[in-house]
Nanobody, 122 residues
Framework: QLQLVESGGGLVQPGGSLRLSCAAS????????IGWFRQAPGKGREGVSC????????NYADSVKGRFTISRDNAKNTVYLQMNSLKPEDTAVYYC???????????????WGQGTQVTVSS
């Protein structure tokens, strides 16, 4: 059974760091793209970053470039999102999802995890 499980969210002060994990089961990362998305209260779900399972090509939203880094460990079938220099506007529920194309459009992704809350506040 295909499953995505996010973890690593929490409360952090502005300027702090968190690392999110997306553990996949029921399929192997090598053949797919994993994307990270976020949804703040009252806002739509926006693409943050994505990574191809083979080759390692990545894409980032302008709002997180230079602060967030996406990576994968295919042996663990897990994708990570390292988030540094966090800002209050990064507060959201973060979701990972699986798709076929290196895109930040949520329409390209067909299966989603349940999400993990990230709160950036002093």
């Amino acid at each position: 059974q295909l499953q995505l499980v996010e973890s690593g969210g929490g409360l952090v002060q502005p300027g702090g760091s968190l690392r999110l994990s997306c553990a996949a089961s029921g399929f192997t990362l090598d053949y797919y793209v994993i994307g990270w998305f976020r949804q703040a209260p009252g806002k739509g779900r926006e693409g943050v970053s994505c990574i191809r399972g083979s080759g390692g090509s990545t894409n980032y939203a302008d709002s997180v470039k230079g602060r967030f880094t996406i990576s994968r460990d295919n042996a663990k079938n897990t994708v990570y999102l390292q988030m540094n220099s966090l800002k209050p506007e990064d507060t959201a529920v973060y979701y990972c999802a699986v798709g076929m194309h290196l895109s930040l459009s949520r329409l390209e992704y067909v299966y989603w995890g349940q999400g993990t809350q990230v709160t950036v506040s002093s």
